[in-house]
T-cell receptor
Framework: NAGVTQTPKFQVLKTGQSMTLQCAQD?????MSWYRQDPGMGLRLIHY???????DQGEVPNGYNVSRSTTEDFPLRLLSAAPSQTSVYFC?????????????FGPGTRLTVL | DAKTTQPTSMDCAEGRAANLPCNHS???????VYWYRQIHSQGPQYIIH???NNETNEMASLIITEDRKSSTLILPHATLRDTAVYYC??????????????FGKGTKLSVIP
């Protein structure tokens, strides 16, 4: 299993540009989520999905869109990038909720918005 | 949500036990305590979790006080590769079959040769 994969690893955008951060997992996990991490900060939840066709907002959803058309993929879209969205983005997945909820994280995408 | 409080940083000598404390005085009866760690620039890694009993796995031990208001993560024989930021997280249920993890700033553990 490749686990959770994210592409690209690095990206530089200009203000106003759009892009999609890709996330895929091959573990057949129902739950997937996107976090952002700013310097010296912990991770903050952007959006999450409990299964294909179902998404919901996390703590900091503004400026981001998501969709979940398949179990495997959970892309994060920036429609009009802003410098405040410069951050490291992590995707995570986990099996259906239970008392045991280990989340598996991808390696991250480092995004700079100029 | 139950908040957690952790020291900003700690040092530990290589080969010694690292004891990382966490306070979560407002924890609810059905909330679990999770520990994750993040080695420099990598994605966080799950370590261990528990509800009320002490837990042990191949990576660490988790000691939860009887009143559940605090816990301690123990790395029995710290190595240089254990240098990381350690997050203590209380998992809350956010409805609609979802579970969110709220990451604070964590404790930066430095293992010293």
């Amino acid at each position: 299993n490749a686990g959770v994969t994210q592409t690209p690893k690095f990206q530089v955008l200009k203000t106003g540009q759009s892009m999609t951060l890709q996330c895929a997992q091959d573990m057949n996990h129902e739950y997937m989520s996107w976090y952002r991490q700013d310097p010296g900060m912990g991770l903050r939840l952007i959006h999450y999905s409990v299964g294909a066709g179902i998404t919901d907002q996390g703590e900091v959803p503004n400026g981001y869109n998501v969709s979940r058309s398949t179990t495997e993929d959970f892309p994060l879209r920036l429609l009009s990038a802003a410098p405040s969205q410069t951050s490291v983005y992590f995707c995570a997945s986990s099996p259906q909720e239970s008392s045991y909820n280990e989340q598996f994280f991808g390696p991250g995408t480092r995004l700079t918005v100029l | 949500d139950a908040k957690t409080t952790q020291p900003t940083s700690m040092d530990c000598a290589e080969g010694r036990a690292a004891n990382l404390p966490c306070n979560h005085s407002t924890i609810s009866g059905n909330e679990y305590v999770y520990w994750y760690r993040q080695i420099h620039s990598q994605g966080p890694q799950y370590i261990i979790h528990g509800l009320k009993n002490n837990e042990t796995n191949e990576m660490a031990s988790l000691i939860i006080t009887e009143d559940r208001k605090s816990s301690t993560l123990i790395l029995p024989h710290a190595t240089l590769r254990d240098t990381a930021v350690y997050y203590c997280i209380v998992r809350r249920y956010s409805g609609a079959g979802s579970y969110q993890l709220t990451f604070g700033k964590g404790t930066k553990l430095s293992v010293i040769p």
